[in-house]
């Protein structure tokens, strides 16, 4: 009987932590790219999968702007490379509040839950 509670513990442990990483799978965010000669675009990401937001200087002599932000993320296709997202100053503060709002929410939902308590008898 002992071990019915242990391997119900051991499920719900995984069941949260699959829960978890499932929401930040889906968790995206929508951003404005901006390249050096000032095209735009936009692009969408999952949040865990933004890895770091770096400053470049635009090096082209025509160059609209003379520096942005490279918003470096994994790579869904190929696990070992990045994808690289061009971004202004004010964007890229857009999308680092996002990330800490998310943060933030997740914070919160790790302290609301009920907590599991593993010990052996």
Do not use: W
Request: with cysteine; net charge positive.
């Amino acid at each position: 009987m002992k071990n019915k509670g242990l391997i119900a513990a051991i499920f719900l442990f995984f069941m949260t932590s699959f829960t978890l990483s499932a929401h930040a799978m889906l968790y995206q965010i929508t951003f404005k790219t901006t390249d050096c000669n000032g095209d735009t675009g936009f692009a969408t990401v999952e949040v865990n999968r933004i890895h770091k937001i770096q400053t470049i200087t635009c090096d082209e002599p025509d160059a609209k702007f003379k520096k942005l932000k490279q918003v470096i993320v994994k790579s869904k296709i190929i696990p070992t490379s990045f994808d690289v997202f061009m971004v202004t100053e004010s964007e890229a503060q857009h999308i680092q509040k996002r990330i800490d709002d998310y943060m933030e929410a997740k914070r919160k939902l790790l302290e609301r839950g009920n907590p599991i308590i593993l010990h052996k008898e």
